[in-house]
């Protein structure tokens, strides 16, 4: 046999590797073929491949079996359960590009699942890796490397603790100042899924610089971009009032009430919630958003959605009436109980309701003139009416605290009027008798103790 006999033996072996790979690679693009490459054994045969002399085939094999684990629970675990993990992680090091962006969507892939499964790539080393891969030339790698730490972080606060402890976040605030729109955004979103479990981690963010970098890039076209920027701002701004202050202080407004009017629906709600979330800590913070005209903002926004978009609008108008009579009023003047109405008979998910429901019980809680402005918009039958229905859910119902959320919101607003000379054909005319129990409470509690006294002799008396 001839050395070209001989060599055409090996040639033929790798082309027919690569074909497989290919193969299986563009099988694991349907979803109805990954039960049948499963039962085949699959994984056992792309195993081996990751270590194959020729680059190419170790890049489409990692592809593959990204494809594969990235399909359901169960591939992934077969992943970790056939001691993959050690040489993708080895290999992301040593490897070009191409290898290495594919080994990190495969990281990737694994650790979405399931905390269980990015703990085993956060045991397998893989994280001094990744961050080792932020600081590569190639924008690529940058990218596939944060969306792995991203995906690992989101899951809890010891992930995302393990993501610092690695060194991460000094380089994804670095990959946020890239001139690449797709790993900027990919970047902002892992410091989103990062900020949000704790008041320590939001700091470990904001330390690194990340706030001045992420206000600038509201001003950025790209939609999805704003929509990871504005999500992040909103999860360092939730845990404080010192966190929301330094975004405040970032001079996000009235940049971020333009975001309201924005084309993208999950911009909307996203700066919807970061507004929110600035909103619910102090009065101050409230004022200043009334003072920058955000109130009027949200409610044309509420005005023009539908779902669960209105939501964090709707959330904010009760956030900011709750802190003082004077917000509450402010809230008022901006026309924000017609469009609260509007929600509470439009819409048909439960907890949309209840939400509204909510912020005008916020609203009329506080003086009669609050009250009145809320009875006027005809919403208390409305309240009630739900209630009374069988059909409403439990978030409709009930709040936290364990009473009634219609009741609540209605015996909020007979708080306010308790001076009004209607209160009591109110509570005549439309509290049930559950809902009366909590009205019997409320007066039990503002009763001065000399009154109770008063009126327990005069029962005895009568008895």
Not at 58 to 72: S, V
Not at 371 to 399: C, I, T, W
Request: glycine residues 4%; proline residues 5%; aromatic residues 4%.
């Amino acid at each position: 046999m001839s050395q070209r006999q001989v060599l055409q033996v090996f040639e033929q072996y790798q082309r027919a590797r690569t074909q497989f790979v290919q193969a299986v690679a563009e099988l694991a693009t349907r979803p109805q073929n990954i039960e049948t490459l499963q039962n085949a054994g699959v994984m056992a045969l792309l195993r081996p491949l990751l270590l194959d002399v020729v680059p190419n085939i170790q890049q489409t094999a990692a592809m593959a079996l990204g494809r594969l684990a990235n399909y359901n629970n169960d591939l992934a675990e077969a992943v970790v359960k056939g001691d993959i993990l050690p040489q993708l992680v080895y290999s992301l090091a040593e490897q070009n590009r191409f290898y290495k962006k594919a080994a990190a969507f495969v990281l990737r892939a694994v650790a979405k699942h399931s905390p269980q499964l990015a703990q085993a790539i956060v045991n397998c080393g893989a994280l001094d890796t990744l961050v080792i891969c932020l600081e590569d030339f190639d924008p690529g790698v940058k990218e596939a490397a944060s969306w792995a730490l991203g995906y690992i972080a989101r899951h809890n606060a010891e992930l995302s603790q393990a993501v610092v402890d690695a060194g991460a976040i000094p380089f994804l605030v670095l990959c946020i100042q890239e001139p690449e729109t797709a790993l900027r955004r990919i970047a902002a979103s892992a410091l989103s899924d990062v900020s949000k479990h704790s008041p320590e981690l939001a700091q470990t963010v904001v330390d690194a610089g990340a706030i001045a970098h992420l206000a600038q890039m509201i001003f950025n076209p790209d939609a999805k971009l704003k929509r990871q920027v504005l999500s992040a701002l909103s999860q360092i701004a939730k845990h404080s009032v010192d966190l929301a202050e330094m975004v405040v202080e970032a001079e996000i407004f009235p940049v971020v009430l333009t975001c309201l009017k924005d084309s993208d629906e999950y911009v909307k709600k996203n700066a919807a919630t970061l507004i929110r979330e600035i909103a619910k800590h102090t009065p101050e913070l409230s004022q200043l958003i009334v003072n920058a005209g955000g109130v009027a903002a949200v409610i044309d926004c509420i005005g023009c959605c539908k779902g669960n978009v209105r939501l964090p609008g709707i959330m904010m108008l009760g956030y900011v009436a709750a802190h003082s009579e004077n917000l509450a009023m402010a809230v008022i003047l901006s026309k924000a109980i017609p469009q609260l109405a509007v929600c509470l008979s439009e819409e048909p998910e439960d907890h949309i309701k209840a939400a509204a429901a909510w912020s005008l019980g916020q609203i009329g809680r506080h003086t009669p003139e609050h009250a009145r402005a809320v009875a006027v918009a005809n919403v208390l039958p409305v309240l009630l009416s739900f209630y009374m229905a069988s059909e409403s859910a439990e978030d409709l119902q009930v709040k936290e605290g364990g009473s009634p959320q219609i009741c609540g919101a209605t015996i909020g607003v007979i708080q306010g009027r308790r001076r009004c000379g209607r209160g009591r054909s109110v509570i005549e005319c439309l509290l049930p008798p559950n809902c009366l129990l909590y009205r019997i409470a409320w007066i039990t509690k503002v009763t001065p103790p000399r009154l109770k006294m008063l009126l327990l002799n005069a029962r005895q008396r009568r008895l």
